[in-house]
């Protein structure tokens, strides 16, 4: 299986103070591979380098065969990597309706194309909700629009920053259920997690990554 996203030796630093050291890992077409650790292991910093949000740099950083180590956030998202920060950064003076709107790209044939049909499919409650402003919705109806407003760009990878975080069980279990749905609609997912039971049965891989260091993968299988 060809690897869509590849990083070797990949380090980062938040101005002198070093967070990442030589991360290694990959992410394959048509995968949703997990990389879990307690608050503070570098999850969150993995997701940021690959976007160029923080300093970094790699032996290796290849998003479908490209060097991506050298571009700014903008241009990685144009290249197909969608980011879902773990803060719900929706536009809060803006209406479900809007936020999908602006952000909103053609397709480019390389992957599916998401409209407000698909969106309300994979999220049913977003449409009851399509002209509420986002600064009235609650913690979970926010993580639904911050993950549908990725969607519209259209991505063919999705990096998922701790998707469960503070929602409550029965918003954690659509969490599940939505990365599965994208999966099978040919989206890759590379998710960060605190939690190893919410990744369990959903992933095809596994790394865990402590104090900025990952291990080798697990099968999905086997991630306790």
């Given at each position: 299986?060809t ?9 980062a630093w ?6 990442l050291?030589?991360v290694?890992?990959?992410?394959r077409?048509?995968e949703v591979?997990a990389?879990?650790?307690r608050n503070?292991s ?5 997701l940021?380098?690959v976007m160029?949000l923080?300093d970094r ?8 065969g490209?060097d991506?180590?050298g571009?700014a ?13 773990e803060?719900r950064?929706?536009?809060q003076?803006l ?13 480019d044939?390389n992957g599916?194309v998401?409209?407000?049909a698909g969106?309300f ?5 977003l449409?009851a909700?399509?002209?509420?402003s ?9 993580q639904m629009?911050t993950i ?5 760009g ?11 975080e503070?929602l409550?069980?029965?918003v954690v279990?659509q969490?599940r259920q939505?990365v ?6 040919g989206?890759?997912?590379l998710?960060?997690?605190?939690n190893p039971?919410?990744a369990?049965g959903?992933?095809?891989?596994g790394y ?15 991630l306790?």
């Amino acid at each position: 299986m060809t690897a869509l996203l590849e990083m070797k030796r990949l380090s980062a630093w938040y101005g002198r103070a070093q967070v990442l050291f030589d991360v290694a890992l990959e992410v394959r077409e048509g995968e949703v591979v997990a990389l879990v650790g307690r608050n503070g292991s570098g999850k969150s910093t993995t997701l940021k380098a690959v976007m160029g949000l923080v300093d970094r740099h790699a032996d290796r950083l290849q998003f479908e065969g490209q060097d991506i180590s050298g571009l700014a956030p903008h241009e990685v998202a144009r290249c197909g990597i969608g980011y879902v920060p773990e803060e719900r950064r929706v536009f809060q003076g803006l209406t479900v309706r809007e936020n999908l709107a602006v952000a909103q790209r053609e397709g480019d044939g390389n992957g599916p194309v998401w409209t407000s049909a698909g969106i309300f499919a994979l999220f049913p409650r977003l449409e009851a909700l399509y002209e509420r402003s986002a600064g009235a919705m609650s913690g979970g109806e926010q993580q639904m629009l911050t993950i549908a407003r990725t969607l519209m760009g259209n991505p063919r990878l999705l990096l998922l920053d701790e998707p469960s975080e503070g929602l409550a069980p029965v918003v954690v279990q659509q969490m599940r259920q939505a990365v599965s749905t994208l999966k099978g609609e040919g989206v890759s997912v590379l998710l960060s997690e605190q939690n190893p039971a919410f990744a369990k049965g959903l992933i095809d891989r596994g790394y865990y990554i402590d104090r900025g260091i990952v291990s080798p993968q697990e099968e999905g299988s086997a991630l306790a």
